[in-house]
């Protein structure tokens, strides 16, 4: 270095230094310049992609969607970003993914869309009309909608074509010389009873003797009731206490 360039150097450091003792300043070298530097490029290139997002409608973070809700569709700058919220049941990419009757939406959330049951077909069921009193779901024809909560915890819900008459209710055969009594219940034109019971006269088991007219019976919890037997023996006595059950 040359001698003028010396000079010029150490009257620089004199300078800075008389500077900082008039001044009362010290000046301090931070070694993470680099690092606070790195982190503001950083921050701008994310704030840049934010508003590139939102000026293409994906202004919602996907870190809110939560609980009942599942993220959009991903912006492409930033998938932090979506479009919107969507219900968990918007969560089906291939029709083949709706079983049990339904179908899929006709609208979509996040390019996915949810498996419904037409309430027109299906409106019985839980937040639809219900069946109750002497009636019940028809457990054959029936549509179910599932979802998966926060938990990963797949739930179901069933909805019905329509309402039959309850289990304890049955249809008394007449061709077989039964007719109902107790209470009943009418489906899809039908009428189903708490009970049955043979027809008058058909009250012998005629189980020595046999059956006068062996065709010509009452068949009732798997029994055979007669009105004639072919002798009138002790044992053909009739079973009065089987004859009004619901246990047919």
Excluded: W
């Excluded at 002790?234 to 206490?241: A, G, I, P, Q, V």
């Amino acid at each position: 270095m040359k001698t003028h360039q010396v000079l010029s150097v150490i009257l620089f450091g004199q300078l800075i230094a008389s500077f900082s003792a008039l001044a009362n300043v010290t000046f301090i070298v931070d070694d993470n310049d680099t690092d606070i530097t790195a982190s503001k490029s950083k921050n701008t290139l994310d704030d840049k992609y934010h508003e590139a997002c939102k000026a293409k409608g994906y202004a919602v973070k996907a870190s809110s969607c939560t609980g009942t809700t599942i993220p959009g569709l991903s912006c492409p700058n930033n998938p932090g970003y979506v479009d919107t919220c969507c219900d968990r049941r918007y969560r089906y990419v291939v029709n083949s993914a709706c079983h049990h009757n339904a179908t899929p939406s006709t609208d979509s959330c996040g390019g996915r869309f949810a498996c419904i049951c037409d309430p027109m077909i299906y409106p019985k069921g839980l937040d639809r009309e219900l069946c109750t009193g002497k009636f019940a779901y028809d457990e054959i024809n029936y549509c179910t909608e599932t979802y998966v909560d926060s938990n990963g915890t797949e739930h179901e819900t069933r909805y019905f074509k329509g309402c039959t008459c309850a289990a304890n209710y049955a249809r008394c055969n007449s061709s077989y010389h039964l007719h109902g009594t107790g209470d009943s219940c009418s489906y899809n034109g039908n009428i189903y009873y708490t009970s049955c019971s043979c027809d008058a006269g058909y009250n012998k088991l005629c189980s020595s003797s046999g059956a006068k007219y062996s065709k010509d019976y009452c068949l009732f919890k798997g029994k055979k009731y007669y009105r004639e037997c072919n002798e009138t023996e002790s044992d053909d006595k009739t079973d009065e206490n089987t004859m009004d059950s619901t246990d047919q």
